[in-house]
């Protein structure tokens, strides 16, 4: 098992008999967290689950929320957000079963939350980093980058697109 910044193990027998999880990642986790997931800031993280045996592994149901600070994918500038996503997963033993070369391997729906079962065990705050990561806008925007790009004299894509040209031409008379 890798090590997390956020380390929350669950064993078989934590959840024998289901157990509820609630647990927020302190400044140290925070700070790890937003470096491995390139954030300006991570001013809140916290994980609440409910865990439970089911057959083959452990299942773990909950939502993961936290305040992130990204950088605008245009300018650099920060972009705070508030995130809340549910998860409900499940960790089974034969997750990595082996498949031969020849077989052809369908994934429904229901596989898509599946992992692996290290043992006996989970690491639950890592599938929460996971989660988190899942969670975060890929091209965080600004809500004044069109503004500045502007300014700056970079063209939008409707000013520098193809239609542009001909929009241009339009106005022009025949020679």
């Known amino acids: 098992m890798t090590t997390s910044e956020f380390p929350l193990i669950v064993t078989l027998a934590d959840a ?3 157990r509820t999880i609630a647990v927020e990642a302190d400044a140290d986790a925070r700070e790890a967290i937003a470096r491995r997931l390139g954030l300006v800031a991570l001013n809140r993280f916290s994980l609440s689950a409910e865990v439970r045996v089911v057959a083959g592994g ?26 809340a996503e549910a998860f409900d997963l499940r960790f089974l033993r034969d997750v990595d079963a082996p498949a031969s070369e020849d077989d052809e391997i369908e994934i429904g729906s229901e596989d898509l939350d599946l992992l692996p079962l290290d043992g006996d065990r989970i690491d639950l705050g890592e599938a929460a980093v996971q ?3 899942l969670a975060l806008d890929p091209f965080p925007r600004h809500p004044d980058a069109t503004r500045i790009l502007a ?17 241009k031409l339009r106005g022009k008379p025949d020679a």
């Open 58 to 83: 452990i299942a773990a149901k909950g939502e993961v929320s936290a305040d992130v600070v990204q950088a605008c994918a245009a300018t650099d500038l920060p972009v705070p957000a508030t995130l």
């Open 16 to 18: 024998a008999h289901g």
């Open 151 to 167: 300014e700056k004299g970079v063209l939008s894509e409707e000013a520098a697109g193809p239609f542009a040209a001909l929009a």
């Open 131 to 133: 989660t988190l990561s």
